[in-house]
């Protein structure tokens, strides 16, 4: 079975760019989770996706932003690049209920 | 605020025995998490425990739960260089939407 795909693997934009993301979870699966995994942080919570909607989002600004399609597939947006979104994006996803997620390799974003 | 630290960087010889620590915060976990990064690769969950609990173990791995001090523990016995990676734990209050993440630590195994 394959697991959580992200593509692409690495992202060069330059600063005011748009990157886009995206993820494809494991079949079956109905939730999306993004993360931003900042050089020397722990992981933050961007957005959750569940059967198309997004249900909840962490503390970053509206330039953030993503969708979900039919096929649960995912795509995180972010307008504007500043320089300090360099990060490691990170894709997960599960069943709703489900005890745990399952992460993807993740997109490495570099703003330059 | 949901915070969960654990110290930066831990280094132990190949053999002996690691011990990860991290403290939380928020009294209302009802999952903890511990997952390894290794180096360009996403996030594995290597176990997790039900915050009812005390301890866990699975093979070489033993995760302790001590709820009165928010205080959780991975123990990695036999440690091997294959275990060289980021450990972070991570606890849950709610849906997995509700999951916090610490900022990681970066495990050394010497030879």
């Known amino acids: 079975e394959a697991g959580v795909t992200q593509s692409p693997t690495h992202l060069i934009k330059t600063r005011g760019q748009q990157a886009t993301l995206r993820c494809s979870p494991i079949?079956?699966?109905?939730?999306v989770y993004w993360y931003q995994q900042a050089l020397g942080l722990g992981l933050q919570f961007l957005l959750w996706?569940?059967?198309?909607?997004?249900?909840n989002r962490g503390n970053f600004p509206p330039r953030f932003s993503g969708r979900q399609f039919p096929n649960y597939s995912s795509e995180l947006n972010v307008n504007a690049l500043e320089l300090e979104d360099s990060a490691l994006y990170l894709c997960?996803?599960?069943?709703?209920?489900?005890?745990?997620?399952?992460f993807g390799q993740g997109t490495r974003l570099t703003v330059v | 605020g949901e915070d969960v630290e654990q110290s930066l960087f831990l280094s132990v010889r190949e053999g002996d025995s690691s011990v990860i620590n991290c403290t939380y915060t928020?009294?209302?976990?009802?999952?903890l998490y511990w997952y390894k990064q290794e180096p360009g690769a996403g996030l594995q969950l290597l176990t997790y425990?039900?915050?009812?609990?005390d301890m866990k173990q699975d093979q070489r791995l033993t995760v302790l739960l001590n709820k009165k001090d928010k205080h959780l523990s991975l123990r990695i016995a036999d440690t091997q260089t294959g275990d060289s990676a980021i450990y972070f734990c991570?606890?849950?209050?709610?849906?997995?939407?509700?999951?916090?993440f610490g900022t990681g630590t970066k495990l050394q195994v010497i030879p």
């Open positions: 997960a996803s599960s069943s709703l209920g489900n005890t745990e997620a399952f």
């Open positions: 079949s079956g699966h109905t939730s």
């Open positions: 425990i039900f915050s009812n609990m």
């Open positions: 991570a606890h849950r209050s709610g849906g997995y939407q509700k999951v916090t």
């Open positions: 996706y569940d059967e198309g909607e997004e249900r």
């Open positions: 928020d009294s209302s976990s009802t999952y």
